[in-house]
C-alpha cells in the first residue's frame, strides 16, 4: 500500500490508479449523506417533538448542534488526518458515522437525542476533510482531478437540495428515525470499498497533535457558529454577546498559537496566498445563497404554498441538479476560459438568481422558482468545485487535510450563515406583522415566533378569523423573504467583484504531475 511516507518516482507517481473513480464513487457518497443529514432533520422535527417532547431550547439544540460540532472540530480532523493517515481517519469515521446514526434513530429521550447529534457530528467531521484530502492521492492528473472534485463538490453542493427531498419520501412512508437508518447501507460500502481501493496517504513529518490548538478552534467555532445562529432567531441578546466574544477569542487564541508552533494544525500562512484567500471567501458566500436560498424557500413552499413536504423537496431539486451538472463541468470551463471567470460567474449568477425573487409573491408560480433554484444551483456548483480546486493544489501534499478542511469548514460557515444573516432578515420583518383585530394575546404571541407557529396556533380559532391571521403571516414571510433576497443579491455580486480580482492569473494545474 503506498503512502506519502515512501516518496514514489516520478513515473510511478503518474500511474492512474485502478479502481479510482470506484473508490470516488464511495467517498461522494459519503460527502452527499453528511450534507443530506445537515438539512434532512428540519422535516423530522415535528415527528421527533410528537415522540420525545423537548422543550423549546432542546428542540434547537437538537437541530443545531450537529453543524455546530463539525465547524468546531472540521480543521482538528483534516490535521489529525495528516498525521495519523487520511484513510485510517476516514474507515474509522466511516464506521462511527454508521454506529452512532442507529442512536440517533433509536433515542428515547431529549437529551439522548443531543447527545447522539453531537456525536454524529465529530464522525461528520472525520468524513468531509478526509475525503477531499484522499482525492488529490487518487488522481495524479490534474485533469482527472479536476473532474473528481467537480463530482465532490456536485455532491457536496446538492447534499443541502437534495435533503428535504430524501426527508419528505421517508417521513411520508416510515417512522422519524429512518432518515439516519439510510446512512448505514452507505457506510457499509463505504467500508468495503476504502479498505481495499482508496491508497493510504499522510504527512511524513507531521509533528506533534497540539491537543491545546483543538481546544481553541472548537470553542471558536462553536462560539461563531452558535452566536449567528442565536442572532437570527432571537436578535442580539447578552448570550449572543457572550458567545461572539468567547468565539472570537477561541479564533484569535488559535491563529496566534499556530504561528508560533512549529507544526502548526493550520498553517495561516496559506492565506497570503490571495487566491488561496479568495478562494475560501468565494467558496463561504457561494454557500451562503444556496443554503439560505434552500432554507426559506423550503418554508416557502410548504407554509405559504401548501405543498407537501415531498413535494416541497422535489420543487428544490432544479437545485441539486444544477450544482451537480456545473460541478461536472467547472473544470472544463476553467481550463478554457480562466478560475476568476467561471467562479466569478458563479457568484454573479446566485446573486442574480437572488435579485430575481426580490419579485417573488404568495402566489408566484413555479417556473420562476424552479429556474431561480435552477441558476444557484450552477452558480454555486461551479465557483465551489473550483474554488475547491483552487484550494487543494495551492498547498503540498503533506497539508491537504488541513487545506481541505479549511474549505469544508468555509463550507460549514456559509450555510451557517446563509440561515442565519437572511434568517435574521426574514424574522425581523416577519415579526412585525400586524395581528387581525379579536385574537386572542397568547395566539398573538405564538403567531409572531414564526410562520410554522401562526399555522400552528390558528387552529384555536375559528375559520374566518384563522384565515386572516395565516395570511397575515405569510404575507408578513414573503415580504421578509424579498428583502433577504436582495440583501443576500448584493452580498454575492459584491463578492464576485472582489473574486475576480483576488483570483487574477490563478490557474488549474495542466497534464500529470511529476
Same mark, same amino acid.
Given at each position: ?16 490508479? /485502478? ?179 482508496? /491508497? ?98 423550503? +418554508? ?205 492569473? +490563478? ?8
Amino acid at each position: 500500500m503506498t503512502t506519502e511516507t515512501v516518496r514514489p518516482d516520478s513515473h510511478t507517481e503518474g500511474v492512474r490508479r /485502478p479502481g479510482r473513480w470506484l473508490a470516488l464513487a464511495a467517498l461522494v457518497l459519503a460527502v452527499l449523506l453528511v450534507a443530506v443529514d445537515a438539512t434532512v432533520l428540519g422535516l423530522a422535527t415535528p415527528f421527533l417533538s410528537e415522540d420525545l417532547k423537548p422543550t423549546g431550547t432542546q428542540l434547537l439544540w437538537i437541530g443545531d448542534v450537529y453543524s455546530f460540532v463539525i465547524a468546531g472540530l472540521l480543521v482538528s480532523m483534516g490535521s489529525l488526518g495528516d498525521r495519523i493517515g487520511r484513510k485510517k481517519l476516514l474507515l474509522i469515521g466511516a464506521a462511527a458515522f454508521g454506529a452512532v446514526s442507529v442512536l440517533n434513530a433509536y433515542a428515547t429521550t431529549p437529551e439522548m437525542m443531543i447527545a447522539a447529534r453531537a456525536l454524529l457530528g465529530v464522525a461528520g467531521a472525520t468524513l468531509m476533510p478526509s475525503t477531499l484530502a484522499l482525492i488529490r492521492n487518487l488522481f495524479h492528473d490534474p485533469r482527472e482531478r479536476s473532474l473528481a472534485i467537480g463530482v465532490w463538490g456536485a455532491m457536496a453542493s446538492a447534499g443541502a437540495a437534495v435533503g428535504p427531498v430524501v426527508g419528505g419520501f421517508l417521513l411520508e412512508h416510515f417512522w422519524w428515525g429512518s432518515v439516519f437508518l439510510i446512512n448505514l447501507p452507505v457506510m457499509a460500502v463505504l467500508v468495503v470499498i476504502g479498505a481495499k481501493l482508496i /491508497p493510504e496517504s499522510k504527512n511524513p513529518d507531521p509533528g506533534p497533535w497540539d491537543l491545546p490548538s483543538v481546544a481553541l478552534s472548537l470553542v471558536g467555532m462553536i462560539g461563531v457558529v452558535y452566536a449567528i445562529k442565536e442572532l437570527a432567531s432571537h436578535g442580539f441578546t447578552l448570550d449572543v454577546a457572550a458567545a461572539l466574544l468567547l468565539g472570537v477569542a477561541g479564533l484569535g487564541g488559535f491563529v496566534r498559537r499556530q504561528l508560533t508552533l512549529k507544526s502548526p494544525l493550520l498553517d495561516m500562512r496559506l492565506f497570503r496566498n490571495r487566491g488561496f484567500s479568495g478562494a475560501v471567501l468565494a467558496d463561504l458566500l457561494a454557500v451562503l445563497g444556496l443554503s439560505g436560498l434552500v432554507f426559506f424557500l423550503s +418554508q416557502f413552499f410548504q407554509l405559504v404554498q401548501g405543498r407537501q413536504p415531498l413535494e416541497a423537496g422535489l420543487a428544490e431539486l432544479p437545485a441539486a441538479v444544477g450544482a451537480v451538472t456545473a460541478g461536472l463541468l467547472a473544470g472544463r470551463a476553467a481550463r478554457r476560459f480562466s478560475v476568476r471567470v467561471v467562479a466569478a460567474g458563479g457568484l454573479a449568477a446566485v446573486g442574480l438568481a437572488l435579485a430575481v425573487l426580490t419579485a417573488i409573491g404568495q402566489h408566484t408560480g413555479y417556473p420562476l422558482l424552479g429556474a431561480s433554484l435552477l441558476v444557484v444551483g450552477v452558480g454555486a456548483g461551479l465557483s465551489f468545485t473550483v474554488t475547491a480546486d483552487v484550494i487543494l493544489s495551492s498547498v503540498p501534499k503533506e497539508q491537504a487535510g488541513a487545506a481541505s478542511a479549511v474549505s469544508e469548514t468555509a463550507y460549514e460557515l456559509g450555510a451557517a450563515l446563509g440561515i442565519a444573516v437572511l434568517g435574521s432578515i426574514v424574522t425581523g420583518v416577519y415579526r412585525g406583522f400586524a395581528t387581525p383585530a379579536g385574537v386572542p394575546s397568547d395566539i398573538a404571541s405564538a403567531a409572531h415566533d414564526s410562520l410554522g407557529g401562526a399555522v400552528e396556533a390558528s387552529g384555536a380559532l375559528d375559520p374566518a378569523r384563522a384565515g386572516e391571521l395565516v395570511h397575515a403571516a405569510q404575507e408578513a414571510f414573503v415580504d421578509g423573504l424579498r428583502i433577504a433576497a436582495g440583501a443576500g443579491a448584493a452580498v454575492l455580486l459584491a463578492t464576485a467583484v472582489a473574486a475576480w480580482f483576488l483570483l487574477k492569473n +490563478q490557474k488549474l494545474a495542466d497534464g500529470v504531475e511529476h
